[in-house]
């Protein structure tokens, strides 16, 4: 049974400054990652998905999976709006090969239980096998989902789910009542990995880690070791970049300027998001330079 495992960044989706898909830097910088970590979870909230036209994010997912070639798990984020966009993005990825997929829980309207598992059936149905995997994330869905719910998913043939609730309780609710019977638990952050590490979680998706995995896989290596004192030197260490990166107001936008700073591709977010300007870029700068990461 498929698991995801390892440190699998949420990669942001460069753009070049007029706002068209900046093809020759998605490339450079899945090479870059694929070399640096076990997986990449595209198309989702860093990825810039939500901002996306269907045959933009098809031609990501297209772009990831040739660069990246069996090097490292791929897992495309394909909800949206509609039944109908998502189950046509999960065959898609369905037929280039990817390893999950995973949809956030419809947005813009409030829906109740049935409608949202409503939407998930329909992507199973269009991922012909493919594993699927619920992004639970109450902020960017804007609501949460129950645990009844997730169960009520699993049931249906929901393979795991990526927390991004940011709740170490849920966390391990998951672990103590849907672990046991094979559903896969995954965390959606890197700020608090040495705890659901203890509870058990195997893999995360840290934003973070899209301009400085070494130091994300380290983390995961400590964790998955158990050698937890030095986990949790490296957890403080990234919890404070983690802060330095809202200097850029969001932590996606963090990103891009710290692939800059680290000279791996020079990109931007897509718009309506501004990206960083040059002081902001210099303080984030200065601060990574004072942590020694740079």
Known sequence: ?????????????????????????LEKLVSFLSDNVQGLFINGSYGAGALMTLEERK????????TAGNKVQVVVQVGTTSNRSSAELASHANSIGVDA????????????DDSILYFFDDIIKASKGTPVYVYNNPQFQGYPMSLNLIKRLRDIGVHGIKDATFDIMTHA??????????????LGTEAMWLSACA??????????????????????????????????????????MRDIMYLA???????????EIRGIIKAYPRAPFIPAGEKEKEAIKKELIKLNVL
């Open 173 to 186: 609710q998951y672990h103590r009542i849907l672990g046991p019977d094979g559903f896969d638990i995954v």
């Open 1 to 25: 049974m498929y698991k995801m495992k390892g440190c699998i960044p949420p990669m942001v989706t460069p753009f070049k400054e007029n706002g068209d898909l900046d093809k020759e830097s």
């Open 199 to 240: 509870l058990g979680t195997k893999a995360f998706i840290p934003g973070l880690a899209n301009a400085f995995p070494e130091i994300n896989v380290q983390m995961y290596q400590e964790g998955i070791n158990g050698e937890f004192d030095k986990c949790r030197n490296t957890q403080f260490k990234i919890n404070k």
């Open 249 to 259: 107001g969001s932590t996606q936008l963090a990103i891009y300027a710290m692939l």
């Open 101 to 112: 997929v995973a949809a956030v829980g419809p947005y813009y309207y409030k829906y109740n």
């Open 59 to 66: 031609e990501v997912a297209e772009i990831t999976k040739k």
